[in-house]
Each structure stands twice: as structure tokens, then as C-alpha cells.
């Protein structure tokens, strides 16, 4: 199996890394996590096209070989999708975001429900601000600190932001950071093995080669108006959070389960770690009987 590069043209011109599986499917836009890049873990094509999807990534703006866009909303990633779809010469295609991508990935079904059929995510964000939502939950009080500087003195949220970047840059870029962040769990199953551990480092790499402002963007971009309601969302939607997510605590995905209209959710054990490893197939399947 071969995944094809290309650069499209973008909202405004701007280019836009696409990668794309050489197979015959129905479309599937992965939305990468956070700070990651268009690189697909070849395990994960491989089993997409075994249910007859035909996965697809991209650099979001700031990660991998794309300019950043600093400013840019949740919502228009709708906008870059469909510059994705029009290049490819898609009318219909699924989403997929994890992690930070999954706000990405509601935001097409929102803002482009008539491109998007349906969409898929797992341990993504809600809306800051949301009523019945503590977004910091279950975090340190460190990081909750973090959340109420970005309101309160954005420069200095900023700045911040940049050192633990640079601090967390090498754990993120080397298999080994992975394996030592993993602790025991690392190389004990399929979810923390020395191969998840090189893609991810590969994804850190990538994710960092700007610099930390694509990584900063889509903190601000998740903590501001989004541009788009997901709860008039009028797509499927299949969700799966686990409870003992630290990375992006539970109860966003329980917001998004209570507000989503019609939405397929799965609330499970599973940590930030495991949930896609755990679910994916599912998810496949699920994605395969809406294409």
C-alpha cells in the first residue's frame, strides 16, 4: 500500500501537505491530535481499507510542511477540508479526529454537513465556556491555572505555552520519551509498543518543526468561539471517551454525548492512550455503514 503526497491549494491560496492512501474507498479526512502532522500509522490504513475506507490526512496549519494561520477557529477547518475534497475530487467523505483533532473533526459536521456524512471521534474536546462543562476538570490545578491565564493575560499564556513546549519537545520527538511517559505500560501491549512509540515520535517531529505556534493555535483555537454549534449537528456522529482519560478529562466527552443531537457514544475504561488502539475497528465499521 502507497500513500501519495501532495500540496493543494488552500483557503487564500495557502498550501495545504495532503497524504493520501492508494486504495479504493470511501473517503475518510483524518484530523490529527495535537501537536502532530498528516502521517497515518500504516496499521491503522491497512485496517481502514479492510473495511473499505480509504484514508486521508493533512498538515493542519502550524504542523508538518503548512504555514501556521494564527487566529484560525475551530470552524475553519471546514474550510480546508473542502479545499482537500475539491483537490481530490471528493463530494462526500467521513472525518476522523482524535485528541485535539476530534474539535476539528465536529467542526466540519457542523460547518459542512453537506460534505461530511459522518464523523468520528475519540477522546476529543468540547466547546470551552459550555454550560454544565468544567473544561479543566479532572486536571492539576497547574493546568487549570494555564486555562485562566489564557483570559486573563494571553501574552504571558503565551509564553508559557512556549517554554513547555521546549521542554516537552524531547519526550514528544524520541521513541524513548514515549516509552518513559508510558512507564509500565510501555511495550506491554499493542496500544504502548516500541512501533506506536516511533510513529508517534515521527508525529512529535513533525508537529515541531515550525516551532510550537501550530500547537499554540489550536489551544487558543479550542479555549475561543469555535465558529460553528455542535449541538446543531445534523450528521452521525460516533464518539468514544475513556474514563480515565487525564489527557482530556471525561467529562468533555459526556458533555458531547448529553448535547450532540443523535449522537452514538461510548463512554469506556480506557485511558488517553488506549482508546483509539482499543476502538478503532469499531470505528471503521461504524464509519463503513454511513459512507
Sequence with gaps: MEITTQVIGGPGGRPITVDSADVTG????????????????????????????????YDRPGYGDTP???????????????????????????????????????GCAAAAPDLVAAAAVLASFAPYGMPGLDWAGGWPDPARQEVGLFFTDRAAARENWRADAAEQHSALSTPE??????????????AHSREVAEYLALLGQDGMRQGDQGWWDDW??????????????????QLWHGENDRAVPVGHGRWLAANVPG????????????????????TYAWLARHA
Excluded: N, Q
Aim: hydrophobic share 45%; glycine share 14%; aromatic share 6%.
Design 177 to 190: 520519551g514515549w516509552l518513559e511517559r508510558w512507564g509500565e505500560a510501555a511495550e506491554k501491549d499493542a
Design 26 to 57: 470511501f473517503p475518510v479526512l483524518v484530523h490529527p491530535g495535537s501537536p502532530a502532522s498528516r502521517r497515518m500509522y500504516r496499521p491503522a490504513v491497512e485496517s481502514a481499507a479492510r473495511h473499505g475506507l480509504r484514508l486521508i490526512s
Design 220 to 237: 487558543a483555537a479550542a479555549l475561543s468561539p469555535w465558529g460553528c454549534d455542535v449541538r446543531g449537528i445534523g450528521v452521525p456522529v
Design 263 to 282: 449522537i452514538d457514544a461510548h463512554i469506556t475504561g480506557d485511558d488517553h492512550s488506549t482508546i483509539e488502539d482499543a476502538h478503532r475497528d469499531e
Design 68 to 106: 501556521p494561520v494564527p487566529g484560525r477557529t475551530v470552524a475553519d477547518a471546514a474550510a480546508e477540508t473542502r479545499a482537500i475534497a475539491g483537490a481530490l475530487g471528493l463530494t462526500r467523505i467521513g472525518v476522523w479526529g482524535f485528541s485535539g483533532g476530534g474539535m476539528f473533526a465536529l
